[in-house]
């Protein structure tokens, strides 16, 4: 962020980690994608957690709480598109890319919801029933239910392709403007762990060439 500008990045950056709930139907005021969300309401720096022991655990910035509650909302709806995947395609290069991709993001899960903890934030998630970009849909879940072999394949790559593209933008936000060493950590292995998945997806499932 060049000096000079009147928004704070910690709020800057949160606003944009949560760009997707507003374009799913959150708040019509445009100024509401300038606010921190509610979990994170207190100013960039100032959340600190504190470990199950007692220890305190850093500083969590508003920027901190909105990826960690985003990162795992995205997960908890790419789980189920990479449970049916067993079940409706005997490829095994599509069976060992969702193990795959569905181990990595369980670790990843477990660790964003211990940060989570650690940070104070309330233990609901704020982004039950919003729609964004990355997530798949109950009416995607239906269509992937429908389906099997190639067609199955094609939808697949596609939900994969979507979330681990939006995962890896906004984990790069969170390096950006992140504060908490750990929750930074963690978004540099989800930058990491994307990029090499998403290259994995191109290789089973070539992307269209852009036109």
Partial sequence: MRAGLAVPSGLLAAA???????AAGGSADPADDRRPPA???APPGAITGTTAGGTTAGAFSATDVAWLQLT???????????????????DPAWRGLAAGVGDTHRA???????????????????HEGHDMPGMATAEDLAALRGADGRAFERLVAGHLR???GQAVR???????AGTHPATTALAAAVVREGTAELARLDRLDPPAPVR
């Fill in 16 to 22: 944009l980690l949560l760009a997707g709930c507003a």
């Fill in 170 to 176: 906004i984990a790069r936000a969170e390096q950006g």
């Fill in 72 to 90: 795992v909302a995205m997960a908890e709806r790419l789980l189920p598109v990479l449970d049916l995947v067993p079940a409706r395609t005997r």
């Fill in 39 to 41: 979990a994170a309401s």
């Fill in 162 to 164: 979507a979330h681990l």
């Fill in 108 to 126: 990843d899960l477990s660790r964003a919801r211990r940060l989570l903890s650690d940070s104070g934030a309330p233990a609901t998630n704020p």
